[in-house]
Nanobody, 122 residues
Framework: QVQLVESGGGLVQPGGSLRLSCAAS????????IGWFRQAPGKEREGVSCISISDGSTYYADSVKGRFTISRDNAKNTVYLQMNSLKPEDTASYYCAADVFPKVLAGVADYWGHGTQVTVSS
């Protein structure tokens, strides 16, 4: 059974950091891209970052460039999203998704996790 499980969300003050994890099971990620998406209440889902499992190529939304870093641990079948200098506008539910690059880029990946909540507030 294919499964993606996110963890690491929580409440953090502005300027703080969190590291999200996306653990995959039931399939190997070798030929996939993993993307992180977020959705705040009343807003559309937004692509945040994605990474190629095979060669580590990374992509970032302009809104998070320089603050977020995506990485992978192939041995653990896990992808991470290190989020630094967090802002209140980063508050959202964060989801990871897996598929080939065009589908991840378009936000129509076949495999999705259930999400983890990130709240940035003082």
């Amino acid at each position: 059974q294919v499964q993606l499980v996110e963890s690491g969300g929580g409440l953090v003050q502005p300027g703080g950091s969190l590291r999200l994890s996306c653990a995959a099971s039931g399939f190997t990620l070798d030929h996939y891209y993993i993307g992180w998406f977020r959705q705040a209440p009343g807003k559309e889902r937004e692509g945040v970052s994605c990474i190629s499992i095979s060669d580590g190529s990374t992509y970032y939304a302009d809104s998070v460039k320089g603050r977020f870093t995506i990485s992978r641990d192939n041995a653990k079948n896990t992808v991470y999203l290190q989020m630094n200098s967090l802002k209140p506008e980063d508050t959202a539910s964060y989801y990871c998704a897996a598929d080939v690059f065009p589908k991840v880029l378009a936000g129509v990946a076949d495999y999705w996790g259930h999400g983890t909540q990130v709240t940035v507030s003082s």
